[in-house]
């Protein structure tokens, strides 16, 4: 069972903005900057878009942003396109040395 | 360009052993930490463990799931890491990835490779 929650699922309509939030505790994402965001489509390899909390990958769309706040990481999705529909998950080193997921969150564009 | 390849996915009992491989090609193998991912069927993503690179000492850390059944270890000379799981139980069914370090230390899963299917059945 993961040490992190994420909402369930999340929705938006085209367009608009979604933020995705992580909530874990003091040793693990309120830790360090060691969060990262991967998103997921069914059937292919999860890919990452955010890592050490706001900094995005080349190649990944400036649509992504991450930000944390105490022992809360988040990512918001600006101007939701068809294509942002997955599964979005958080990840976060912890003081043990390991590394835990959230349950991830099912985003549905309207 | 960074490739990674997961194979040695199988059906197993329980109980029983498996070593999936993962061949990477394009990076310094022993250059960069290289992790296990794993995914149940209809569940999330959950971390195994991982090896780090060779300039953080090489060492090796688990979830508390698999710790003391599984095994990682690396052969820099074939460019493979192993995944060695012993005393195999049905909740290590999943699709299993190989993934690497984005950048050094960013210990962030910025390369995959597709996966390797484990059942473990009876």
């Known amino acids: 069972q993961s040490a992190l929650t994420q909402a369930a699922s999340v929705s938006g309509s085209p367009g608009r903005s979604i933020t995705i939030s992580c909530t874990g505790a003091s040793n693990d994402v309120g830790n360090d900057n060691l969060v990262s965001w991967y998103q997921h489509h069914p059937g292919r390899a999860p890919k990452l878009i955010i890592y050490?909390?706001?900094k995005r990958p080349s190649g990944v769309s400036n649509r992504f942003s991450g930000s944390k706040s105490g022992n809360t990481a988040s990512v918001t999705i600006s101007g939701l396109q068809a294509e942002d529909e997955a599964d979005y998950y958080c990840c976060s080193f912890t003081t043990s040395g390991t590394f835990v997921f959230g349950p991830g969150t099912k985003v549905t564009v309207l | 360009e960074v490739h990674l390849v997961e194979s040695g996915g199988g059906f197993v009992q329980p109980g029983r052993s498996l070593t999936l491989s993962c061949t990477g090609s394009g990076f310094t193998f022993d250059g960069d930490t290289l992790s296990w991912v794993r995914q149940a069927p209809g569940k999330g993503l959950e971390w195994v463990g991982l090896i780090k690179s060779k300039a953080n000492g090489g060492t090796k850390d688990y979830a508390a799931s698999v710790k003391g059944r599984f095994t990682i270890s690396r052969d820099v000379s074939k460019n493979i890491a192993y995944l060695q799981m012993n005393n195999l139980q049905t909740e290590d069914t999943a699709l299993y990835y190989c993934?690497?370090?984005?950048?050094?230390?960013?210990?962030?899963?910025?390369?995959w490779g597709q996966g390797t299917p484990v059942t473990v059945s009876s």
């Open positions: 993934t690497r370090d984005f950048q050094k230390d960013s210990f962030a899963w910025g390369y």
């Open positions: 050490e909390v706001s």
